[in-house]
């Protein structure tokens, strides 16, 4: 008796999950050069990974991003004999987030813990443990058919997503027949809530931005100088207060010109779905109140509406004690997210002007734009979304939601641009598993239930037949 993909899934499950674990302690963080290393060890486990279940064409690739040095490798393969079939581009991220601040973690964020159902570690939903489910369906798959696949696959990983996906953005750009496919399989998303399948089908863009203000040629003695030295931590707080109102709205002119609403059976859909305000302000956000824009609903703020926020302030004195001093300059980290009908670029040029209108006498300010993508929204009118929402229905047991998310994928941008295809976007994360945040987590269940899932729907797509890209 021949074994089934989803029962040799099934049946290596304790396996997957430990080599997820193997995955997770190797803290690739993409934005700290001394994490140089990590981030290409683990780039070389996967290629390894890769390799071992009989994927082809495995290769590291270092992009030349012209800043001197190249970006962290892509992790590239394909296997392209299933004639007459579609071709999925399957696309990850192996690189995570600085783990900080490392005290309000209950166990070491780079040694994966498991506590109440739950795998605790950072990139442990965010985007390691979704990514390997895409490795591991795809091994299940060749386990089960004699080395061989229903569909035509293509492999993109990438190590730079948490600091903008240079590497990547240039290599889709110029990577022509290495990434032909017919659609882009994305799990880097989250259901809306627990057993509730999810299929997300739009994104905002983002800008990520930072301000320098810069007063004297040196810190100054504030007894010395205050008073007639310009602070740059108070001018840059004026700058900041002039962003953005006290109920959400952005300040900046022109900002909401030709913003793209959600349409009317858009909102309704949403309007629908299993959303507890008093909860989620409890559970999720744990703040005394919500904010934002009057008359929008918090799926069209978080969704639907651009956003501006601080992320950091360095500069100055912060160390223990005091230190009587004027900085000679301060900066902002500072982001906007976009909705459909605003251009990164156009954006930061409407930005960049309104902090040079606010500055005041006595300081210079720089502006730099750190990385940007931009929004998307996704047809659902393709057989490839019709085969995730068949493989959901069958493995979850329940007719998944169509939703959108208020983070930004700039490669799914990308894709629809310089690939011309779509992107289905299928997650397994919950709202609370905490990206970007101490405690991150993923439920081990939906580890092993998204492995059956995809294979699943790999499978269905196998029983289609078409003309195939790659």
Known sequence: MTLSALQFARDHQAAFLEELKHLLRIPSVSTRPEHRADVQEAAAWLARELRAMGMEHVELLEVNTGKGESGHPLVLADWLHAPGKPTVLCYGHYDVQPPDPLDEWVTPPFEPTEREGNLYARGAVDDKGQMYMHLKALASLFAAHGGRLPVNVRVILEGEEEVGGESIGIFVQEGGDRLRADFALISDTEMFAPELPTLCVGLRGMIYTEVEVRGARTDLHSGMYGGAAPNPFLALARILAGLKDAQGRILIPGIYDGIEAPTADELAAWRRLPFDEARYLEEEIGAPALVGEPG?????????????????????????????????????????????????????????????????????????????????????????????????????????????????IPVVGEFARALRIPSVMMGFGLPDDNLHAPNEKFAIANFHRGIETLITFFELLGARTGEAAG
């Open 296 to 408: 929008y609903s918090v799926m069209e703020r978080t969704w639907a509406r651009p956003t501006l926020e601080v992320h950091g302030m360095p500069g100055g004195f912060v160390g223990a004690g005091a230190k009587t001093v004027i900085p000679a300059r301060a900066t902002a980290k500072i982001s906007l997210r976009l909705v459909p009908g605003m251009r990164a670029d156009e954006v930061f040029g409407k930005f960049k002007q309104h902090v040079e209108s606010l500055l005041e006498q006595g300081v210079t300010a720089e502006v730099r734009l750190i990385h940007s993508g931009e929004p998307a929204v996704i047809g659902t009118d393709n057989p490839y979304i019709r085969s995730a929402v068949e493989a959901l229905r069958q493995v979850w047991g329940t007719e998944p939601v169509f939703v959108r998310s208020g983070g930004s």
